[in-house]
């Protein structure tokens, strides 16, 4: 996984806790603890962290921020770089997870300025995680 000067069940731990953020609805608190670990990672695997923290930052944005354009610029710039992953990577199943992402894009793409004021949060996917695949 490339990481520098971290212990691999600290990064398991700090991830774990990201992703019940991320879960929870909590898109900025799981950016800034995905952010943490992002920045001490070198290698392979540095993107797919970045693309989950754009993909937390866009739904910030557009359930947070009601800023659509700043919510689908981050959700295609993490999309794009989570589907190099796919089907699963480090515990993270993708293929279901970049499925429901792009049907919020359209979602985003599709409503007006009063529906983005009350985006359906139910619509926002789930990330699986199963932490006896983390590497």
């Not at 952010?35 to 739904?59: K, M, P």
């Not at 990577?89 to 009350?118: P, Q, R, T, W, Y």
Request: glycine share 8%.
């Amino acid at each position: 996984m490339d990481f520098q000067n971290s212990g691999s069940n600290d990064i398991l731990i700090r991830f774990g806790e990201g992703i019940k953020k991320f879960n929870e609805g909590e898109f900025f608190d799981c950016h800034d603890i995905l952010e943490d670990i992002w920045f001490g990672i070198r290698g392979s695997s540095r993107n797919f962290y970045q693309g989950l923290i754009q993909v937390a930052v866009g739904f910030y944005h557009i359930t947070v921020r009601e800023n659509p354009k700043g919510a689908l610029s981050q959700l295609r710039k993490g999309t794009d770089k989570l589907k190099e992953y796919k089907p699963e990577f480090n515990g993270v199943e993708l293929e279901h997870l970049l499925e429901k992402i792009n049907e919020c894009i359209v979602l985003i793409e599709k409503s007006n300025d009063a529906e983005h004021k009350k985006f359906p949060r139910k619509k926002i996917p789930k990330i699986e995680f199963d932490r006896k695949k983390f590497i």
